[in-house]
């Protein structure tokens, strides 16, 4: 089955400087990974997804790549905000699964004030 | 428009006993699933459901059950609740989730002493 890994597990950074998360998955044949974001007590909520036909998508801070040769994605955020502190979830389609998605273990953002 | 409901919020049940966890959404979407939530261990697909009359097993279905009967419900039984079994619990649905993802309800916290 689909096997989806995030690094790092946690990562700090001053407030306005990038963080970048990255997933890796292992079934080539993935064609959907979205970003959850979930602050702490919340749900998980979809902040940003990208298809395998696509190599980059962005919205506003954030972006996502995706690399399917490496079979890699990251998370990009630019000008880290406190309100960025939470943790990220990446997720890639399990093919043939009825629309499953295989979640990873989360990493902690940490943003320094 | 609701989203995603689940209840109750919280629950402390006593080992061995059973109850239901509720979810009701009301966007109309086929798709619908379960996941626990452990710390350092992610999101965890406990069992999902295709559509109405349609449910099949995750990673981790020992435990638990499901039924879908109607579009808008997808309840999780506990049969004979452990320990091992205290975890946050969260239920999803979507229209087509590998183009837009899942929308999460805001989660059951339960205990199991």
């Known amino acids: 089955g689909e096997n989806v890994e995030q690094h790092p597990s946690t990562l700090s950074v001053q407030e306005g400087d990038s963080a970048v998360i990255k997933c890796t998955y292992s079934d080539s044949a993935s064609n959907y990974f979205p970003w959850y974001k979930q602050e702490l007590g919340k749900r998980p909520q979809l902040i940003i997804d990208?298809?395998?036909?696509?190599g980059e998508k962005k919205d506003q801070r954030i972006a996502v790549t995706l690399n399917k040769t490496a079979k890699h994605f990251s998370l990009h955020i630019t000008e880290t905000q406190p309100e960025d502190s939470a943790v990220y979830f990446c997720?890639?389609?399990?093919?043939?699964?009825?629309?499953?998605?295989?979640f990873g273990k989360g990493n902690q953002v940490v943003v320094i004030p | 428009n609701a989203g995603v409901t689940q209840t109750p919020k919280f629950q402390v049940l006593k080992t061995g006993q059973s109850m239901t966890l509720q979810c009701a959404q009301d966007m109309n979407h086929e798709y619908m699933s379960w996941y626990r939530q452990d710390p350092g261990m992610g999101l965890r697909l406990i069992h999902y459901?295709?559509?109405?009359?349609?449910?099949d097993q995750g990673e981790v279905p020992n435990g638990y059950n499901v039924s879908r009967s109607t579009t808008e419900d997808f309840p999780l039984r506990l049969l004979s609740a452990a320990p091992s079994q205290t975890s946050v619990y969260f239920c999803a649905s979507g229209a087509d989730p590998w183009r837009h993802g899942y929308t999460f309800g805001s989660g059951t916290r339960l205990t199991v002493v």
């Open positions: 997720a890639a389609s399990i093919a043939g699964g009825n629309n499953r998605l295989a």
């Open positions: 990208i298809r395998s036909n696509v």
């Open positions: 459901s295709v559509g109405a009359g349609i449910t």
